[in-house]
């Protein structure tokens, strides 16, 4: 369910609510930076766009620009206002975000500079085809991230979570194959890492963009619920009547 932020946040102040409403336009502009850089990356590794590629790596410095632009803002209004609870834990949890933004930055750049590395002429289709599939379904699941974010929305927080479970898998999964690939043929240990490596970033933006859920969580009802299941979340949830 999503909630207006108006509901959950207690605006002590005229300051703060300009401070959050900047605050969040920044983190929403971070993440649509590190959005159009992950789709970019999927993009310049499975068609080998060596140009994309170097795109991407030259324009990682803006993702991290608004990183620091935003903690700076954050502790500047940590030190002058000395928000109530509630306020404080709406600073908190757009400071965690926008880590995790970062981290989404570094990861497509990575998967940017591993497309330098992969020989295009020896890679096969079926060697693409698990990043293919993760890259897609990590790449929704950003988008879904952000706009739970954006909306303070419960419900499709809680849906992220559970699809970084199936990105888990199928990242599993599509490392299995991939160790079946070299051991049928040892020449292409090296290509089929590199390939493997990819995938293994795009798990990871997976992971960032349920960390960037269970913010959403921790400022709309109040509870630190990484590390817990599923189930516990539901019931957290449920108890909070959101």
Same mark, same amino acid.
């Given at each position: 369910?999503?909630?207006?932020?108006?509901?959950?946040?207690?605006?002590? !102040?005229?300051?703060?609510?300009?401070?959050?409403?900047?605050?969040?336009?920044?983190?929403?502009?971070?993440?649509?930076? *590190?959005?159009?850089?992950?789709?970019? *990356?999927?993009? &310049?590794?499975?068609?080998?766009? /060596?140009?994309?590629?170097?795109?991407?790596?030259? *324009?990682?410095?803006?993702?991290?620009?608004?990183?620091?632009?935003?903690?700076?803002?954050? !502790?500047?209004?940590?030190?002058?206002?000395?928000?109530?609870?509630?306020?404080?834990?709406?600073?908190?949890?757009? +400071?965690?975000?926008?880590?995790?933004?970062?981290?989404?930055?570094?990861?497509?750049?990575?998967?940017?500079?591993?497309?330098?590395?992969?020989?295009?002429?020896?890679?096969?289709?079926?060697?693409l085809r698990a990043?293919?599939?993760?890259?897609?379904?990590?790449?929704?699941?950003?988008?879904? *991230?952000?706009?739970?974010?954006?909306?303070?929305?419960?419900?499709?927080?809680?849906?992220?979570?559970?699809?970084?479970?199936?990105?888990?898998?199928?990242?599993? &999964?599509?490392?299995?194959?991939?160790?079946?690939?070299?051991?049928?043929?040892?020449?292409?240990?090296?290509?089929?890492?590199?390939?493997?490596?990819?995938?293994?970033?795009?798990?990871?933006?997976?992971?960032?963009?349920?960390? +960037?859920?269970?913010?959403?969580?921790?400022?709309?009802i109040g509870k630190?619920?990484?590390?817990? !299941?599923?189930?516990?979340?539901?019931?957290?949830?449920?108890?909070? /009547?959101?």
């Open positions: 369910m999503a909630v207006e932020p108006e509901d959950v946040i207690q605006h002590s !102040s005229s300051e703060f609510a300009r401070f959050l409403k900047n605050v969040r336009g920044h983190a929403l502009e971070m993440g649509g930076l *590190a959005e159009q850089h992950v789709e970019s *990356a999927i993009q &310049a590794f499975l068609e080998g766009d /060596q140009k994309l590629a170097k795109k991407i790596s030259r *324009a990682d410095f803006k993702v991290n620009a608004l990183e620091v632009k935003i903690d700076e803002e954050c !502790s500047e209004f940590l030190a002058l206002q000395h928000p109530v609870a509630m306020d404080l834990r709406t600073v908190i949890a757009v +400071i965690k975000a926008t880590t995790d933004l970062e981290r989404v930055g570094d990861e497509a750049e990575k998967i940017a500079r591993l497309t330098a590395n992969l020989d295009y002429q020896a890679v096969r289709k079926r060697h990043v293919k599939h993760i890259g897609r379904h990590v790449l929704a699941m950003l988008h879904k *991230a952000l706009d739970a974010f954006a909306r303070l929305d419960t419900d499709l927080a809680l849906e992220v979570l559970k699809e970084d479970l199936e990105v888990d898998e199928e990242y599993e &999964a599509g490392m299995r194959q991939m160790i079946t690939f070299m051991m049928e043929d040892p020449h292409t240990i090296r290509l089929v890492l590199e390939v493997l490596w990819c995938a293994k970033a795009l798990e990871r933006i997976g992971d960032h963009a349920a960390n +960037i859920c269970e913010h959403v969580l921790y400022q709309v630190d619920l990484r590390h817990v !299941s599923i189930e516990q979340v539901e019931r957290e949830l449920a108890d909070a /009547q959101i």
